[in-house]
C-alpha cells in the first residue's frame, strides 16, 4: 500500500513538473541558441501577455479602428498575410512590402526587411505610425485605450495600476509577440530523434544543408544577415533594402534573410512578394540571379539543381511547418477577452 502511494505520488510531482513546465510564457528550446533579447529588462508575466495579445488583435491601434497588428500578420498564415503580395494597411493603401513572417524573434536584434527598428520593445511604432499602415499616433492610441472598459482593467491586471502609457503598451505587445517561437515541426522532432525524416525528405535535408544553410542557418533557419539574393529589382518600388537606412552603398540591394520555418504558410515569398510559389523560388536561385557589386558572394554562382532535387528540397522545408505554434489557441484572436469588455 505505501509503496502504491509512494508511486501515485511520485507520478503526481512528474505530471505537475510537466504542467508547470509547459505553462512557462517562454522556454529556450534544446539545443538552440540563447536568446538576445534582455527579458530583465520586460520580465514576461500572464497578465502582460494576455494585454499584448489584446492588442495584437485591436483595431483601436490605427486611425480609423480599422486595421490591427493580425490584420497583416494572421496566425494561420505564420503570422503574415497571403492574400496579395504587398500589405494593405488603412484605407484599402497598398505598402511598399511584403509583411514578415513574426516568429522567434528573441533571437533578433533588427527588424523590418531592411532592419530599420533596433529593438523588438519600439518595433510596433513602426506600423502604427506608417501613413500606409496603422497612420495613428502612439499618444493617440494611449488616449483611446485610456478611455475604453476594457484596457484600464487589463492594465490593472498586468501593471498593479489603471494607467495607460506608450511605454506599457509597447512592452507588452512585445510580450506577447516573444511568446511566438515555433519549434515544433517534423525537423525538430527529426533533431530530438523521435522520427526520422523520409527518404526524399532526407535527400532534400543533405541538400539543402549543402546549397543553402549558409544563409538560413539552423535551426532557427536564418542567420538573420542582410544580404542581396540577386532579385532584379523591381521598378515601380525601386526597394533598395538595407541602402535606405544606412545609405551605405555596401548595403544596396541587402534586405534581411528570412526564417524558412513554416514556409509553407508564409506565401508569397521574398520581400515584395514577388513569388506564390516554393518552386518560383528555386528557380529564381538556379537561373533568375542578377548579378551586382553587392550579391551574396554564395550566389556568385547559381545553384546547379535538377528538377528531381528541387523537389527534394522542397519536402524538406515542409518539414518546417509547426502546425502546434499555427493553430495554439494562446495566439489566436482573444474573443473571450473582447466578448466581456462587448458586454461591460
Known sequence: MKLKLIVVFAIVIVVSAFQYESEKPFVVPKNWPNPVYNFKLNPLSKNKIELGRALFYDTKLSRNNTISCASCHSPYSAFTHIDHALSHGIED???????????NL????????DG??????????APISNPLEMDESIINVVSKLQNSKLYPRLFYKAFGDSVVTGERTLKSLSQFMLTLVSCNSKYDSVMRKQTVFTKQENSGYQLFKQHCGNCHTEPLFTNNLFMNNGLPIDTTLNDVGRFGVTKNANDSLKFKVPTLRNIEFSYPYMHDGRFKKL????????????????????LKKPLNLTSNEKVDIIAFLLTLSDRSFLFNPKFSYPKTIFLQAAKD
Open 93 to 103: 493603401k497598398i505598402g511598399k512590402r511584403n509583411s514578415p513572417a513574426l516568429m
Open 106 to 113: 528573441a533571437w533578433q536584434t533588427l527588424f523590418m526587411h
Open 116 to 125: 530599420a527598428v533596433n529593438h523588438l520593445d519600439v518595433q510596433a511604432l
Open 279 to 298: 518552386s518560383e523560388v528555386l528557380n529564381h536561385y538556379t537561373n533568375g540571379i542578377k548579378q551586382s557589386k553587392t550579391l551574396a558572394h554564395e
